[in-house]
Structure formats: C-alpha cells, structure tokens
C-alpha cells in the first residue's frame, strides 16, 4: 500500500471524502460538495483551509443515509454479528504440533513470497506489469520479478533500482534482496504478533492504539493508518479515531492486518473475526472492518478445509450478508461457479473499479475480489494464486500477500515451491520495534505458542 503525506487532513484527497460518504448512502447537499470541491487545489501550509477540512469532515459524519439505502453495514461487533449468514459447521481441528507449525510457517512464508513478488511493480498500471512480465519470459508468472534486463527493456517499462519503500537503499527486485525487505504488509503481521505477546488475547482496540505509538514509527504507515496515528496522537481514540479527517476509511489498510488473528484460531474463523475487528476498528468503518474480518476468517478455516472455495465461503460468514464487501464476493463466486473464465471475472471487477483512480486502486472491496480469485482459480497452485494478485494491478503487493498468506497455510511450509521460499532465507526485516531481522521460522514458532 502506497502511503500518504503524514499531515494530510484533507485537501486534495478530500475528494476522496465525497466520493466514500456517497457510497456509504449518505445524502450530500450541493453546496457542501462545492465547499470541499474548492478546498481540493489548497495548500497543506493553509491553516484556515485545514481548519474548513475539519469541518466539512464532521458535517459530513452528521448527515444522515439516503431513503432507500439497500446495505445493512454497521460497525460494531454485535451488529455485525446480528448480520451476519448462518454459522457454518466446520471439522475440528486435529492437526499435530508439528503439522500446526508447519501450516504457521507456511503461511508466513506464502505472504512474505507474495508482498516481495507485488512490492517492486506497487503503483504500476496492469498493462505496464504485464509487458514487463512478458518482455521478462515471466509471462505465465514462475518467479520473482527481477530487474537484471537488458536496457532497453529498462527504459521501456522505467524500471529502476534506486529509492526502495521504508528508507531501503534498493527496491524489493529479487536480484536487489537477501531476505524479505520491510513492508507494511509484512510489518502489521509482527505488530500483531507483538500486540498478542504483550497485551494477551483479550487486548482491546485501545491497547491497539497504544501499541502501534509504541512500536510503529509513523512515517511506516499509509492511508487510513497514517490518519488514524494523527488522530490517536492527538488523544482521539477508537472509535473516533477511524473517521476523524479519515476518507480513507474503507480502504485496504485494516485487510492487510488481519492474518496473525487467524493463524492463531485454527479452525475457529468467528473467534478470529472477532478479534480482527478490535484491530481493524481503531482505523477503519464498515467495509474496511469486514475486509480484515474477512481474511482472519478465511486464515482460521484454512487450517480445517480442503479447497479454496469452501474457504472464502467460511470467510463469508463472518461479515454481514448485506453489506457491499459482501455482496461483490458472492457476485465473484457466481460467476465462478457458472463458469466464466479468470479474464471472465476479472473484466466485471473492472467494469466496477477504475486501477487508474486512486480510490478504486486502494479500496477494501476491489481489491478483496481479486484476492478471491486468485484463490479461487489458483486454487492451491501457489505460483498461479500469487501471480493473479499482481498481473491485474490494484494493490499488487497487498493482493499477492493475502493470496500467499491462506494458499501457504493450506499447504504448510514443507509443500511451497522452493523457487519461492529459498530466496528469503527464512528472513524478514521488520519496522516495528524489538523485532528488526528477524527468522520468519521464529516468527512462526511465536505464533504457534498463542494458538486458541
């Protein structure tokens, strides 16, 4: 996920705003629109713009849903939990300490292989990744992406070394790494991992706060992220802290954080649900809730289910059946089950969500559908799951990460392709404090001890 200026509070992405209170069903009255629509070229420097932000942010809050609002899509758990489709019966989980790990750890590793696989092309258009990838004889995907070209392959597609994400010298190339550079993908999975060591399992949203001040710097956050650490500096705390100053709100940042919840509920997709929720709601609303929720879900199931499509059904059932996450991943599987091809299905997705509009690009429910079908038409070829989460555009090393994450627990570590574990040397560099290089296989054993 690309970040965002830290002292953002809505000047040119208060566009943003608009275009997120009108999907939510909020009525906005035309002379608000124009008000914010004439902040939008303002300067960050411009207090009194900044101080006319605010308040069209907290008009905004106030206004009530249009008559007629077809989604049910509220943010507390209870309700959500009210809303949501029957419980399914899941088996028990029956695997051994040694099977457990090795389910752990392959799901470490499906997602580190699947941030640095999407982490060099973040930001590029599909077309411009899928020429690279051809131009590269990588076209069906079969590896990491390396920038080891000839020049004029370079030039073409303004490939470059220089200037990686999180103050790295290089980008995440596969010729330019050791082991798995820092990413935010990566790094919210140790900050949960830490939130669990130090807090307990029943931490609460504030103890989130807390420990992302702690243990995150804030120039290591993005979008939603880096407005809800303002506002939690700031002494605004969960929930207000998910939508003051905030239209990033429904964006992926709380989908990305949701994985270690799940590796810890082996076969209990509502319990990990429900803590992902105590996380994704100290950033996030609605369908940037259900988004987290729905990938611990679908982690927790992994461990007990045998095919992918069963898994997104479990991660399904944890959201409410009204909303709009909801509602586009069951047009996914439609079409799925009817047949239509990958391209098929990926065609509809673009004829909802715009990859050149930021918006779109960085939204929970965009990118949650490519994420289901990588998994569904990847099924549990790890390689073709991955490469769908970044051939296509949008949040390529968030998809490919998610992807790799559930496809990796279901196979374990032992059954991923070597291709795409050595590379990383079982290790991750991470930003959140105590953690820096650190062996994913730790990572894994530290997360097997928190099993519920």
Same mark, same amino acid.
């Given at each position: 996920m690309l970040p965002s200026q830290p002292w953002m509070k809505g000047l040119s992405d208060i566009s943003f705003e608009l275009r997120q209170a009108e999907e939510e069903g909020r009525v906005l009255p035309p002379e608000l629109c124009e008000?914010?629509?004439?902040?939008?070229?303002?300067?960050?420097?411009?207090?009194?713009?900044?101080?006319?932000?605010?308040?069209?942010?907290?008009?905004?809050?106030?206004?009530?849903?249009?008559?007629?609002?077809?989604?049910?899509?509220?943010?507390?758990?209870?309700?959500?939990?009210?809303?949501?489709p029957e419980q399914p019966s899941l088996p028990a989980c029956s695997l051994s300490e040694e099977e457990l790990f090795d389910r752990i750890y392959g799901a470490w590793l499906g997602r580190?292989?699947?941030?640095?696989?999407?982490?060099?092309?973040?930001?590029?258009?599909?077309?411009?990744?899928?020429?690279?990838?051809?131009?590269?004889n990588n076209y069906p995907v079969r590896s990491y992406i390396s920038s080891a070209l000839p020049e004029e392959i370079r030039e073409k597609y303004g490939v470059s070394d220089e200037g990686g994400g999180y103050g790295a010298k290089k980008k995440g190339w596969i010729n330019n790494v050791a082991y798995m550079p820092e990413d935010d993908d990566t790094n919210y999975t140790v900050l949960a991992l830490k939130l669990l060591e130090d807090?307990?399992?029943?931490?609460?949203?504030?103890d989130v706060a807390e420990c992302w001040l702690m243990c995150l710097p804030l120039l290591h956050t993005c979008t939603a992220e880096r407005m809800a650490y303002i506002n939690l500096a700031n002494l605004v705390?969960?929930?207000?802290?998910?939508?003051?100053?905030n239209p990033y709100r429904e964006w992926i940042g709380a989908q990305i954080r949701g994985d270690l919840f799940g590796y810890i509920h082996p076969g209990d997709p509502a319990a990990a649900a429900a803590m992902a929720w105590r996380d994704a709601s100290i950033s996030?609303?609605?369908?940037?809730? /259900? #988004?987290?929720?729905?990938? !611990? &879900?679908?982690?927790?199931?992994?461990?007990v289910l045998t095919e992918t499509r069963d898994v997104v059904l479990a991660g399904l059932s944890q959201i409410p059946t009204r909303s709009r996450l909801a509602e586009s991943i069951r047009d996914i599987l439609d079409r799925y089950d009817a047949g239509e091809s990958q391209e098929q299905v990926v065609s509809h997705i673009r004829e909802?969500?715009?990859?050149?509009?930021?918006?779109?690009w960085c939204h929970t429910i965009s990118n949650a559908m490519l994420v289901t079908v990588g998994l569904? /038409? #990847?099924?549990?070829?790890? !390689? &073709?799951?991955v490469a769908a989460g970044i051939v296509y555009g949008f949040d390529t090393d968030c998809n490919a990460a998610t992807i790799g994450s559930v496809v990796g627990l279901m196979l374990g570590a032992k059954r991923l392709p070597a291709d795409w574990t050595a590379p990383l040397n079982d290790t991750l560099k991470s930003g959140v404090d105590g953690f820096g290089i650190v062996a994913i296989s730790d990572l894994a054993r530290r997360t097997a001890v928190l099993r519920q």
């Open positions: 008000r914010a629509k004439a902040l939008a070229g303002r300067p960050v420097s411009d207090a009194q713009a900044i101080l006319e932000a605010e308040t069209i942010y907290e008009e905004i809050q106030a206004l009530p849903l249009r008559p007629g609002h077809p989604y049910r899509e509220p943010d507390s758990l209870e309700e959500i939990q009210a809303e949501r580190c292989g699947g941030c640095l696989l999407g982490q060099p092309i973040e930001g590029w258009a599909s077309d411009r990744i899928t020429g690279l990838l051809r131009d590269s807090y307990g399992p029943n931490f609460t949203p504030v705390l969960p929930p207000a802290s998910a939508v003051t100053n996030h609303v609605k369908n940037g809730i /259900y #988004g987290e929720m729905y990938v !611990a &879900a679908m982690l927790a199931s992994a461990f909802r969500w715009n990859e050149s509009d930021g918006y779109d569904l /038409y #990847g099924g549990l070829d790890y !390689a &073709a799951s």
